[in-house]
T-cell receptor, first 112, second 112 residues
């Protein structure tokens, strides 16, 4: 898990602003994932990507966007269309044909 | 899609006693079932997992059992210690790429 980094650790956003959360991995993993975590609600999948230049919507994709231009990077943009973005965001990755997901340390986003 | 239910949502045990958390899944094609432990403010970390061709797996004080017919699996922690206090998540996957559906989590509190 030390091979996955997320930045920043804490992020504050004003209403109406877009913000981008960074996720980088040096594990040579093929698949990457973004989750949102709210108290008492577990981990909900926002977007995932299994190969470069391709990504799929998860269960709660509305108000978010992603890109996967490089294998090691999977940034998440929280747009102004996301009405309640305050949450803990976790990035994860996994190699091809192996199920274990390795998580980054997370970014806590707060809307002011 | 897959739906995973987890019970109980909170579990309080005396140090030295056992703790059991149960999860049910809906998709009979699910073939991988991991359990993650998340301490407050930290990333989830895999503690044990089981695949559909195995009925039980143990690792020191932790064990997981799987009943494919009933579509449920359980985490057993024996001789609980204060450092076992955390939130535990179960998950299920039908996807060889590792896409997981998580349960809502169980807050375990071990009291001395």
């Amino acid at each position: 898990d030390g091979g996955i980094t997320q930045s920043p650790k804490y992020l504050f956003r004003k209403e109406g602003q877009n913000v981008t959360l960074s996720c980088e991995q040096n594990l040579n993993h093929d698949a990457m994932y973004w989750y949102r975590q709210d108290p008492g609600q577990g981990l909900r999948l926002i977007y995932y990507s299994q190969i470069v230049n391709d990504f799929q919507k998860g269960d709660i994709a509305e108000g978010y966007s992603v890109s996967r231009e490089k294998k090691e990077s999977f940034p998440l943009t929280v747009t102004s269309a996301q009405k309640n973005p305050t949450a803990f965001y976790l990035c994860a990755s996994t190699p091809r044909s192996y199920n274990e997901q390795f998580f980054g340390p997370g970014t806590r986003l707060t809307v002011l | 899609g897959e739906n995973v239910e987890q019970h109980p949502s909170t579990l309080s045990v005396q140090e030295g006693d056992s703790a059991v958390i149960k999860c049910t899944y809906s998709d009979s094609a699910s073939n991988y079932f991991p359990w993650y432990k998340q301490e407050l403010g930290k990333r989830p970390q895999l503690i044990i997992d089981i695949r559909s061709n195995v009925g039980e797996k143990k690792d020191q004080r932790i064990a997981v059992t799987l009943n494919k017919t009933a579509k449920h699996f359980s985490l057993h922690i024996t001789e609980t210690q204060p450092e076992d206090s955390a939130v535990y998540f179960c998950a299920a996957s039908t996807d060889s790429w590792g896409k997981l559906q998580f349960g809502a989590g169980t807050q375990v509190v071990v009291t001395p």
